[in-house]
């Protein structure tokens, strides 16, 4: 679109935000490139975030922490999924707000936990995914809260997330 100008668009949430499909949307309707974390993660180290959880916490943590360093080291307009581990250390989130404009994509705990168990795959949520993502989101809330630059709810479909980001990109 040529009424909004190139930029670069952080997407924060807990699992199950829906930052890949809501990102890869926003960038189709930016025109610019989506960057999707689980992807870099997998360029950057070798494995993707499955395989580092499997390795510790710490070890994942750490991988995404590089991996937001260098995704705000790049130069252009883009959109990215950001790991919400990006939330246990203020000086990233202070990072993000000042590499682009960051989005948090919120949804009660339990949306999330009813998206993210139907996927196996996810780290750390055992069986029942609500007490995980609950104390994930208590949290995690507060910060994102406080680094997003806007905060949109994504218990929407995708179409009025993106309209929503859109809109405010454009003031």
Same mark, same amino acid.
């Given at each position: 679109m040529t009424d909004i100008i190139p930029v670069r668009v952080l997407l924060v949430g807990l699992m199950g935000a829906g930052k890949s499909r809501i990102g890869s949307a926003l960038a189709d309707e930016?025109?610019?490139?989506?960057?999707?974390?689980d992807v870099l993660l997998r360029e950057q180290e070798g494995v993707g975030p499955v395989e580092l959880s499997r390795l510790g916490r710490e070890v994942l943590h750490a991988a995404e922490q590089r991996q937001l360093h260098a995704l705000c080291?790049?130069?252009?307009a883009f959109v990215a999924g950001v790991a919400g581990s990006v939330a246990d250390r203020p000086?990233?989130?202070?990072?993000?707000r000042i590499s682009g404009t960051v989005v948090y994509l919120r949804a009660a705990p339990e949306v999330l936990a009813a998206r993210v168990a139907a996927d196996p795959a996810r780290p750390f949520i055992g069986a029942d995914?609500? *007490?995980?993502?609950? @104390?994930?989101?208590?949290?995690?809330? *507060?910060?994102?809260? @406080?680094?997003a630059h806007l905060t949109v709810e994504c218990d929407r479909p995708v179409e009025d997330v993106v309209r929503a980001i859109r809109d405010h990109l454009q003031r």
């Open positions: 930016l025109d610019v490139d989506y960057l999707d974390n080291d790049r130069i252009g000086a990233d989130c202070a990072l993000m995914p609500l *007490p995980f993502i609950t @104390a994930t989101y208590e949290q995690r809330d *507060p910060v994102f809260q @406080a680094a």
